[in-house]
């Protein structure tokens, strides 16, 4: 790898650096140590980019990250391959859209639970509007890791019931906006119009709901994922 360094930022409080239940200084250093990942800086920024229209502040959070660890570290590669951005719940849709939009800043993405719903401003109003801008969209060199729980938000309480979960409260069980959306199937939409377009990802579908363990335990995974190619030298 030429002694370069890759580089991320993770959206969120949830994944503080110090979480006792995360581990992640251990994790990075398990992985690096063993030659899984490249050898990485990953700043975790507590910035709100929790709204639709925060892929601005994502994308100028993450350069001004990025610039301010260059300087100190002239060895963090410039390729927007080496670097990756990540976010849960509707930030993992943001970081999604900052990709997306940049992919010669950041190519890489990891969504927990991305709320790729009609309130998001690239869905058009519609719950499949992710999916299809996607599929007309040209190819990118671009790659996403995401993740979502079988047990996520759903639609309507029948339809969770339907699916054997647990859980009645208004926006972190139901959907509360005016999407009335199940974010497993929208989620499983993204993905397959991903696959239609053979961009580079992965869908994991864990069994917990909306929250970080959907995808913050399967972070050191989803990096290993994301940094394949470098890692494997393909």
């Not at 979480?19 to 709100?48: C, H, Q």
């Amino acid at each position: 790898a030429d002694g370069k360094v890759a580089f991320g930022v993770v959206f969120g409080n949830y994944a503080s650096p110090t979480s006792n239940e995360y581990r992640w200084p251990a994790v990075l250093d398990n992985l690096i140590n063993n030659k899984e990942i490249p050898p990485m800086i990953l700043v975790f920024s507590g910035t709100n980019i929790n709204n639709p229209g925060a892929a601005g502040t994502a994308k100028n959070t993450f350069s001004a990250a990025l610039s301010a660890i260059k300087a100190k570290y002239p060895k963090v590669s410039d390729d927007p391959a080496w670097h990756v951005i990540g976010g849960q719940s509707t930030s993992g849709a943001v970081v999604f859209d900052v990709v997306w939009d940049n992919p010669t800043v950041v190519a890489n993405a990891i969504t927990g639970s991305g709320s790729f719903v009609c309130f998001m401003p690239k869905s058009g109003n519609s719950n499949d509007g992710y999916a299809t801008m996607i599929k007309a969209a040209a190819a990118k060199k671009v790659r996403f890791s995401m993740s979502v729980g079988k047990c996520d938000i759903y639609g309507s309480l029948a339809s969770r019931i339907q699916a054997g979960c647990s859980g009645t409260s208004p926006g972190g069980d139901i959907d509360s906006s005016q999407c009335a959306a199940t974010w497993l199937d929208v989620n499983k939409g993204v993905h397959n119009a991903m696959t239609a377009k053979n961009i580079d990802h992965q869908l994991l579908i864990t069994s917990f709901g909306h929250s970080d363990q959907t995808w913050a335990l399967w972070l050191g995974d989803q990096l290993r994922w994301v940094f394949r190619p470098i890692t494997c030298g393909s």
